[in-house]
Structure formats: structure tokens, C-alpha cells
């Protein structure tokens, strides 16, 4: 049965979409058998990861407004054991034509929970807002992962959606977990980056993932070639960093013991 991660943070340009790519990538790359949800209108975790979003017929909404059965739709990509099941600009939608349904934060729940035995682990892209997809992700997740920009206003609206988290724990998933905040984006020469990583790790000590994600030109260049970075350049520091951060999560998940020094480290 699946894990299932959502990423979430609803600041937009933090590095949920490449999180969500290249952790899974490198999830599959390490043998697991992962799936991709793109919960995001803009489709680009579908574009990411080699798709031509013009050519999506079906897509998550149909799963959530037409109760189609996932399994019909999910795409299987170049990297073997990693599949999407892909969006498109029609989800915009989706929010106003679920708010009359019934139990609809759990409709995305419903969905996945056809396809769970499938995989080991599921992550979800949510989209840039604390809207009912982001709940619905939420409340069908067993942990998210918080991406935090190494930017001046990396805090700022972490407390909605910290707040959002708690009353989602509190009234629709009792299990939701924090699996871990992700700090992006860091480039070591920036006095302020460094700041970001001290402040973040003051505030939230071991909810702090120990893999920082570096600035890296080879992990911007990569989804315009439609491939995670593991794929594009294996060798970079982005290839590198999401390895470590998959093999955090598994060490975390206690699905593998990976002493510091088998670590995947750069040069």
C-alpha cells in the first residue's frame, strides 16, 4: 500500500512542481514503484515529466467530476516504476462543480484509493492556493512536504498554511503528518540563504529535511527537455540533492538503513 505525500505551500515559484518530479524520479530510480497525481490547472508536473498537456483527453478532473476510474488514465513515463496521472486547465473548474457534492474534501481520497495497492508511494502536486484541490489533497495525503524558498519571504504565509494543516488534522484526516519542510533554492554564497536555512531550522528543528535543494541550472534547464534531472544530467548537483532527499525520506520511512557515508554526495 502507498505512502501518499502531498507537496504543498500556497506561495507559488517554491519548488513544488520540481520537488514533485525529481523526488519521484529519483524514488523510481531507487527502485520504488511511484505515481505522480498533478493536481495543478497549470499541468506542469504533466509537462515535467515528458507529456504534451495539448494531448491530454482525460485527466484528473474526469477522475473527480465523472468519477472516471483512475486506472484508465494513468500515463507511464520514461523512467521505469514512475506513472502520472496527469491535469489540465479544465481542474480550474473543478473546485465550483464539487462545492454542491457530498464529502467533497474526500473526493480526491476516493480516487486514489483505487489505485494505492498499485504503487509504493504516491505524491501529490497541489497547486498554489489553499483551495478545496488543496484540501481534497490533504485530507486524501498521509504526510506532506512543505518546499520553503531560500528568499526573504520564505515565512511568510507559512502560518495559513500551518494553520490549514491543523484544522484539516483536526476535522477531515486525523493521520495527516508533516513529513518534512524542504529548503529550495539555496545558493551558499548568499548571506541571506543562509539566514533562511538558520531561521527555518530555528523554528521547526527536526521537521527540517537534512537535504537542501541547491540552485542548479541543470534542474531549470531540465523541464523544458520534458525529463526529471536524473535523466537529463544524472551527474548535477539538482541529480544529487533529490537522491539524497529520496533516500532521506526512505531512511525516514524506515524502508532502508543508509549509513552517511553510502550517501549519494557531491563532488
Same mark, same amino acid.
Given at each position: ?44 508536473? &504533466? ?136 529548503? &529550495? ?25 537534512? &537535504? ?56
Amino acid at each position: 500500500m502507498a505512502k501518499i505525500i502531498a507537496l504543498a505551500n500556497q506561495k507559488g515559484g517554491v519548488g513544488k512542481t520540481t520537488t514533485a518530479i525529481n523526488l519521484a524520479a529519483s524514488l523510481a530510480v531507487l527502485e520504488k514503484k511511484v505515481l505522480i497525481v498533478d493536481a495543478d490547472p497549470q499541468a506542469n508536473a &504533466t509537462s515535467g515529466t515528458g507529456f504534451d498537456i495539448r494531448a491530454i483527453k482525460t485527466s484528473i478532473y474526469e477522475c473527480l467530476v465523472d468519477d472516471q476510474d483512475p486506472k484508465n488514465i494513468i500515463l507511464n513515463s520514461d523512467i521505469e516504476g514512475l506513472d502520472l496521472i496527469p491535469s489540465h486547465i479544465d481542474l480550474v473548474g473543478a473546485e465550483i462543480e464539487m462545492l454542491n457534492q457530498p464529502n467533497r474534501e474526500y473526493m480526491l481520497k476516493h480516487v486514489i484509493e483505487k489505485i494505492k495497492d498499485d504503487y509504493d508511494y504516491i505524491l501529490i502536486d497541489c497547486s498554489p492556493s489553499l483551495g478545496l484541490i488543496t484540501v481534497n489533497a490533504l485530507t486524501a495525503a498521509d504526510s506532506v512536504v512543505i518546499p520553503v524558498q531560500c528568499e526573504y519571504f520564505a515565512l511568510e504565509g507559512l502560518g495559513k498554511l500551518l494553520n490549514t494543516v491543523k484544522i484539516i488534522q483536526s476535522r477531515l484526516n486525523k493521520e495527516l503528518e508533516i513529513e518534512g519542510f524542504l529548503l &529550495t533554492m539555496y545558493d551558499p554564497r548568499l548571506r541571506l540563504s543562509n539566514q533562511v536555512v538558520d531561521e527555518v531550522k530555528k523554528h521547526f528543528q527536526d521537521m527540517v529535511f537534512e &537535504t537542501i535543494i541547491q540552485r542548479n541550472i541543470k534542474l531549470s534547464e531540465s523541464p523544458s527537455y520534458g525529463k526529471p534531472v536524473v535523466l537529463y544530467d544524472a551527474a548535477s548537483k539538482g541529480s544529487v540533492n533529490y537522491l539524497n532527499l529520496a533516500r532521506e525520506i526512505l531512511q525516514k520511512n524506515d524502508e532502508t538503513k543508509i549509513a552517511n557515508a553510502e550517501k549519494v554526495v557531491e563532488e
